[in-house]
């Protein structure tokens, strides 16, 4: 009798391939909206943390009234450092403000995809965007992957560029490493090819008869399919 095989095993959802998250240190999102960030509210950054759960480093920040938050660094903070929220903060590296009130050109990051989601795009060490232009209440961003998108502008946006961003700079060097890496996010690691096993691991598997169907659906539940199914292209792109 054969096995399910590995992506219907973690497909499964099994504490087996979960992320350790119990290893994660703090949960990171903007404040709250309320009757501060209307006017603007400071605070001090109190230290630098290295959190396993992302990529960046994260800054504690505690405000003046008292309320600590975790936030994505901007690259050249520094402790005991002051940066301010809200609609009238001054536009300079580690301020938050509304897209709104953020001249065009300016580099960002750590964007909200909705006003009040806490911050979703651009988050990643090194990560940068940037304010293309304006029109009506949505601001044409560039992300770091080049593509455009349009924001409300009333989402809230950290200025300058994320801490950390020569990271993937250095090689690992030694396999343990990125196994180790891989671990922390719940990512399998080493990612065999399917047509390199057997036959009962998996469908591409075995000697002969290396091929697949492509255009399969999308309603199969989480690891049913393999390959490229609900595919828009296949085969390498053209230049």
């Not at 609609?87 to 509304?98: L, V």
């Not at 659906?217 to 199914?229: A, I, L, N």
């Amino acid at each position: 009798m054969g096995k399910r095989i590995i992506p219907q095993r973690r497909g499964k959802g099994s504490p087996t391939y979960k992320a350790s998250s119990h290893h994660f240190k703090v949960k990171s999102r903007y404040r709250n909206i309320d009757e501060l960030e209307k006017e603007k509210i400071t605070g001090e950054v109190e230290d630098l943390v290295d959190d396993p759960a992302r990529t960046t480093i994260l800054m504690k920040v505690r405000y003046e009234n008292n309320e600590v938050g975790y936030l994505p660094a901007p690259e050249g903070i520094t402790i005991g450092q002051q940066i301010s929220e809200g609609q009238k903060a001054e536009p300079k590296t580690g301020s938050i403000m509304r897209l709104k009130e953020i001249p065009e050109g300016f580099p960002i990051f750590n964007i909200e995809n909705n006003p009040g989601d806490g911050g979703k795009i651009a988050k990643s060490s090194g990560s940068i965007s940037w304010i293309m232009s304006k029109k009506g209440n949505k601001a044409k961003i560039k992300l770091p992957s080049k593509k455009m998108k349009e924001v409300n502008l009333n989402c809230r946006a950290t200025i300058g560029k994320a801490a950390g961003g020569g990271r993937t700079d250095k090689p690992m060097l030694k396999a343990g490493k990125n196994f180790h890496k891989k671990k922390a996010r719940g990512t399998k690691y080493p990612r065999v090819r399917g047509v390199k096993m057997n036959a009962v691991d998996h469908p591409f598997g075995g000697k002969e008869h290396h091929h697949a169907i492509t255009k399969k659906g999308k309603m199969g539940s989480p690891g049913q399919h393999v390959g490229s199914f609900g595919s828009k292209q296949t085969g390498r792109k053209k230049k």
